[in-house]
């Protein structure tokens, strides 16, 4: 089971290894000029959608990342 945090969100957009930005309101409004929250990846909230193989490309670029510093 994979943990319900921003990281496994779809609407979450990586930025480094720690955090990203939330994109639900762009995604439910269609606008693409609206808000783009700075985000956590161990965090959540309560519009949380499940990412299905996103979660995983995330975590091997993470790890990817990681590795080379």
Known sequence: ??????LSCKFYKVKDTTSGFCLV?????G????ERPAVEAQT??????DAGQQYYIRLGWIKSQTNQE
Do not use: H, I, P, Y
């Open 25 to 29: 309101t762009v995604k439910k409004t």
């Open 44 to 49: 959540s909230c309560d519009q949380w959608e």
């Open 31 to 34: 606008n693409r000029e609206a």
């Open 1 to 6: 089971m994979v943990a319900v945090t921003c």
